[in-house]
C-alpha cells in the first residue's frame, strides 16, 4: 500500500527546521510521492533545492499562483515559460489558477495567465493543479473556452456537488485534503454522491491539516488521516482508498 500526496508546499519556510525529517516521515507513512507546486518566482530556488533531497518521491511542478499574479504578468509568465520547457524535469503545471476571493484587482490578468499555463500543460503533456476560491466557476468557464483542455486537479475542492459535478464533466479530478475531517465539513456527504476514482488525496502542506493535527502545521505523514476519512465515507477499505487514488495520481501528472 502507498499513498500520493499531489499538493505539498514542503519546500516552505515553515520546513526549514526539519526538511529531510519530513521527507522521511511521510515515506514512514508509506507516503511514496509527493508532488510539489510552485507558488511564485521567488519560490522557485526552493521548491528546486527541496526537490533535490530526494527526487525519486519529491516531484516539483512549475507554475504561478494566482494570489502572486501582479500587472507585469506577463513578465513573470516569461520566467515560468523559460522554467518549464528547460531541461528541468517538473511533473505539472501549478498552483495555478483563479482567486477572488481577497483582491479582484487583477481578475483579468489572472485568468489570462490561468489559460495560458493551461496551453503550457497541454503543449508539454502535463497534469495541471487548480487552485480557486470564491472563483470556481470561473475557472470552468476559461478552461471551457479551451479546444484542447489539459489532465489536472482542482485542488483543495471544497465546494458543492453542483461545481464537482461540473468538474468532472470537464475530465478533472478533485483534490481532498483535511478539511474533510473537519466536524463542520459538508465534504463528506456531498462526495457520497460521487465515486473514488473521481478523488486524488493531498495535503497542501502546510495549511489545513486534518483532525486530530488542526491547528498545528501540516505534512505529508498525515495523508493517511484524509484516507481513512475517505474509506468511511465510501465504504471501502484504506487500502482500496490507496490503490485508487494513487492510480488516479499517476494517470493525471504521469509520474
Known amino acids: 500500500m502507498e ?20 521527507i522521511n516521515r511521510a515515506l514512514d507513512a508509506r507516503v511514496k510521492t509527493m508532488l510539489l507546486p510552485n507558488i511564485d518566482l521567488e519560490s522557485i530556488v526552493a521548491l528546486k533545492e527541496f526537490a533535490a533531497l530526494s527526487p525519486q518521491h519529491c516531484l516539483p511542478m512549475m507554475g504561478l ?26 511533473f505539472g503545471v501549478g498552483e495555478i489558477g483563479i482567486d477572488l476571493h481577497w483582491d479582484k484587482t487583477y481578475s483579468e490578468e489572472q485568468t ?41 486537479v482542482f485542488h483543495c475542492f471544497s465546494g ?3 461545481e464537482a459535478t461540473e468538474i468532472l464533466k470537464l475530465g478533472f479530478k478533485l483534490g481532498i485534503g483535511g478539511v474533510i475531517t473537519y466536524k463542520n465539513s459538508s465534504l463528506p456527504e456531498i462526495l ?8 486524488v ?21 498525515y495523508i493517511p488521516f484524509i484516507a481513512e476519512k475517505l474509506s468511511d465515507v465510501f465504504g471501502i477499505s484504506v487500502e482500496t ?14 509520474f
Open 192 to 199: 457520497k454522491g460521487f465515486r473514488i476514482e473521481d478523488i
Open 112 to 152: 489570462l495567465a490561468f489559460i495560458q499555463q493551461c496551453t503550457w500543460a497541454v503543449d508539454l503533456r502535463l497534469g495541471v493543479s487548480i487552485h480557486t476560491r470564491s472563483a470556481t466557476y470561473e475557472a470552468i468557464a476559461a478552461l471551457k473556452t479551451m479546444k484542447q483542455k489539459p489532465k489536472g
Open 201 to 221: 488525496l493531498e495535503t497542501d502542506s502546510p495549511y489545513l491539516p486534518p483532525v486530530p493535527y488542526r491547528g498545528k502545521r501540516n505534512e505529508s505523514s
Open 3 to 22: 499513498f500520493v500526496d499531489t499538493h505539498s508546499h514542503l519546500f516552505s519556510e515553515e520546513f526549514d527546521s526539519d526538511r529531510q525529517g519530513t
Open 241 to 254: 482508498v490507496a490503490d485508487v487514488t494513487t492510480r488516479n495520481a499517476r494517470e493525471v501528472f504521469g
Open 65 to 90: 499562483h494566482p494570489c502572486s499574479v501582479a500587472a507585469n504578468y506577463k513578465e513573470q509568465l516569461q520566467i515560468i515559460e523559460a522554467e518549464l520547457f528547460s531541461d528541468f524535469k517538473y
Open 160 to 162: 458543492s456537488a453542483e
